[in-house]
């Protein structure tokens, strides 16, 4: 358990954390985040102790972290830093046994632990061991460098805006692999970002901080549900947003697809077919020539009741599903997993087409509330 | 040929000889003092920003002023050829350890400083192996202005290649003149190689110098 007491600190006068507390339990993920200057990076180098409170007092397991010397200290604390951050002499292993050889292992059991930590991030000992950090892409580099805080065991890890300079993919299985290692190994994880999506994605709770003062201390969830204040809810912007919008401000007009194939009900059966073909689809909406809704015609129920000839009118279903403009999005989601339709309409007061909701806008709509607006 | 080899031939080995020691101990002591001045001086940047120019200033004054002074003062002795190329070399030296130190990125010593490295430990781990390529560059370019400064011991009588070269310009012998400044050069250029080849034993294959 780490507790974080009344922590004060200044530079040249000016407070950068002000009477700060805070309480991480053992084996928790914790992301401190906020806009730039707001002390979160300020606060995780005080726990390892390269920056030094100004009055407070930090306790780790219940033992002030100026019980030890502060190398003694980070030698027990993992850290992991942005732009990677190691050291270009040495190769793959001696820069993941750097704390292990400070602490004095024996050669047996380094390179024992140097075997296990690269099988756990599926790089082979005998291929990358003895490589140096220039020869390696940058996510096997952030690798080893999340590897290197492992090395000794140590039970809390500090990371700081660890993958800041990978590209969105590699940052993403990153992102994962440290987030299932750090479940399987039980360790705790204090964690800097100024990326919502990554506090979102890696955090068991979320610590927002801005001008040196906690601002909200919640889980992620209860985070984008209720933002404490105007501060919070800012930061998080689209995240919020999207979250509040579930069901309740979507609506079916503003995920449906404009494009809509319409023909009228006098047209011969044939033609319909012809039409059918050529635009590739399976269907033709009817509507009268204002484009009022007058029913659905398939392909279907061409072939099974069409008689060559015969004008659509006669063929088509009429009691087809159909939405309101300004109905929740929620109506057409029940209508389409509940009916198995390929989609359904939408309307607007006087019964004129003007779109339609397919199972696609659906999706689209549902991945938008849970990774945000993407555009 | 033969008579040039009968004439010259023994008194050519024992200069070049001579010429190598007043080219090899002033450049191992200068390598000592500049690399312990250049980390010394990286602790403490802001006034190093006044003491290298100073340094530099000297280093402005011609060997031949320097060794007529040293002359006066220490005699006619190898000490003074010694003293006087010793701080010629340290200059160069001590300029690119000093930049090589600081031009570590801040990042990698945080790092170390996060695993929980001492200051030392960080200095001789992470900082002088990163300079090293600096430090041979200063250690390469001390070696070769070595070598011609210590034509000079000869100005005061003390041997050397630039027995040849004064004795040839007083004579006006063309011939002596080569026999000093052709093996000079070629000194100059096989002692820079042997840098060269050091620098490639000693850095890390990580550092992008190409090993063996």
Sequence with gaps: MIEIKNIVKQYNGVPVINNLNLTVND??????????????????????????????????????????????????????????????????????????????????????????????????????????PNELSGGQQQRIGVLRALAAK????????????????????????????QKSLGITIIFVTHDMDEAIKMGDRIIFMDKGVIQQDAAPEEMLRHPANEIVRNFMGKHSAAYRSQGEDMTCESLMKKRVYTTTENRKTLEC??????????????????????????????????????????????????????????????????????????????????????????????????????? | MMEWANRYGADLIQAIITHLYYVLIPVALGFVIAVILGVLLSRVPKISGYILPVLSVFQTIPGIVFVGILFLYVGMVPATVLIALTIYAVFPILKNTYVGLLNVDEKVKEAARGCGMSPLQILIKIELPLAMPNIFVGLRLSTIYTVSWAVLAAMIGLGGLGDFIYRGVGTNNNMLILTGAIPAAILALSLGALVDWIQKRLTPRGLGGKRG
């Design chain 1, 27 to 132: 084996g928790e993920f914790v992301v401190l985040i906020g806009p730039s200057g707001c002390g979160k990076t300020t606060t995780l180098k005080m726990i390892n102790r390269l920056i030094e409170a100004d009055s407070g007092d930090i306790l780790i397991n219940g033992k002030s972290i100026h019980e030890l010397n502060g190398e003694k200290l980070r030698r027990n604390i993992g850290y992991v830093i942005q732009q990677i951050g190691l050291f270009p002499n040495m190769t793959v292993e001696e820069n993941i046994c750097v704390v292990p050889k400070l602490l004095k292992w024996s050669k047996e059991e380094m390179s024992q632990r140097t075997h296990e930590l690269l099988e756990l991030v599926h790089m082979p000992y005998e291929e990358n061991a003895k490589k140096y």
């Design chain 1, 154 to 181: 140590p039970p809390v890890i500090l990371m700081d805006e660890p993958f800041g300079a990978l590209d969105p993919i590699t940052r993403d299985t990153l992102q994962d692999e440290v987030k299932a290692l």
């Design chain 1, 273 to 375: 077919i012809e039409m059918m073909s050529h635009r590739e689809v399976d269907s033709l909406v009817i509507t009268d020539e204002s484009h009022h809704f007058k029913g659905v015609v398939t392909i279907d129920m061409l072939k099974s009741e069409g008689v060559a000839g015969e004008s659509v009118g006669k063929v088509m279903r009429t009691d087809y599903p159909t939405v309101h403009l300004q109905d929740e999005a929620h109506k057409a989601f029940d209508w389409l997993t509940k009916t198995n339709l390929p989609y359904v309409l939408v309307v607007d007061n006087e019964n004129v087409v003007k779109g339609i909701i397919t199972k696609t806008s659906m999706s689209k709509a549902l991945a938008s509330v849970v990774w945000g607006d993407q555009g």
